[in-house]
T-cell receptor
Framework: GAGVSQSPSNKVTEKGKDVELRCDPI?????LYWYRQSLGQGLEFLIY????????KSGLPSDRFSAERTGGSVSTLTIQRTQQEDSAVYLC?????????????FGPGTRLTVT | GEDVEQSLFLSVREGDSSVINCTYT??????LYWYKQEPGAGLQLLTY?????DMKQDQRLTVLLNKKDKHLSLRIADTQTGDSAIYFC???????????????FGQGTILTVHP
């Protein structure tokens, strides 16, 4: 079946502009995660959505970052007033409900470059 | 806080076994994972182990867990050139833990397989 998809695959933006990154999780998966991967910081957790519960936003690096998940499916990560240090690959993952909930499946990522 | 450490590089000859090591600090870790990342690609879940297990074997992959020493290893038997990639160790807490669902990753081990 289809895996996690993310769009766009690459995004180049100017410093100070806002960007939106999209994630389509695997159908039927109830949990959705955002991570980012950068040379300096490695792989970092950003935010976690589980069903209708309040999201765990503990990994968001600043209030310029926000995310929402509509209808329990698609998620959008928004970065306002982008800075050069936001340049990274943003990865989305989803996991199924029930006893397999610990298996996280990752999308191909969105490479964000802030110039 | 949680911390996961890996050695950065491993080079082996095709046909030999590879052993990638990882240490972690969070004693509440319930699930421990190995992910593989090929160039330009997302993360592929290779295997995982519950903290109440000592060993898990899956075809060419063997995971060993020493919970007392907080040490995890991944052995790849009969390593092939297609196994060349970055391998990430990760941990998460179980249900009920405050960090449930959130993966903490090591910095990754670059495995190079020589013909």
């Amino acid at each position: 079946g289809a895996g996690v998809s993310q769009s766009p695959s690459n995004k180049v933006t100017e410093k100070g502009k806002d960007v939106e990154l999209r994630c389509d999780p695997i159908s039927g998966h109830t949990a959705l995660y955002w991570y980012r991967q950068s040379l300096g910081q490695g792989l970092e957790f950003l935010i976690y959505f589980q069903g209708n519960s309040a999201p765990d936003k503990s990994g968001l690096p600043s209030d310029r970052f926000s995310a929402e998940r509509t209808g329990g499916s698609v998620s959008t990560l928004t970065i306002q007033r982008t800075q050069q240090e936001d340049s990274a690959v943003y990865l989305c993952a989803s996991s199924p409900p029930g006893h397999l909930s610990y298996e996280q499946y990752f999308g191909p990522g969105t490479r964000l470059t802030v110039t | 806080g949680e911390d996961v450490e890996q050695s950065l590089f491993l080079s082996v000859r095709e046909g030999d076994s590879s052993v990638i090591n990882c240490t972690y600090t969070d004693s509440s870790s319930t699930y421990l994972y190995w992910y593989k990342q090929e160039p330009g690609a997302g993360l592929q879940l290779l295997t995982y182990i519950f903290s109440n297990m000592d060993m898990k074997q899956d075809q060419r992959l063997t995971v060993l867990l020493n919970k007392k020493d907080k040490h995890l290893s991944l052995r790849i038997a009969d390593t092939q050139t297609g196994d060349s990639a970055i391998y990430f160790c990760a941990e998460s807490a179980g249900a009920g833990g405050t960090s449930y669902g959130k993966l903490t990753f090591g910095q990754g081990t670059i495995l190079t397989v020589h013909p």
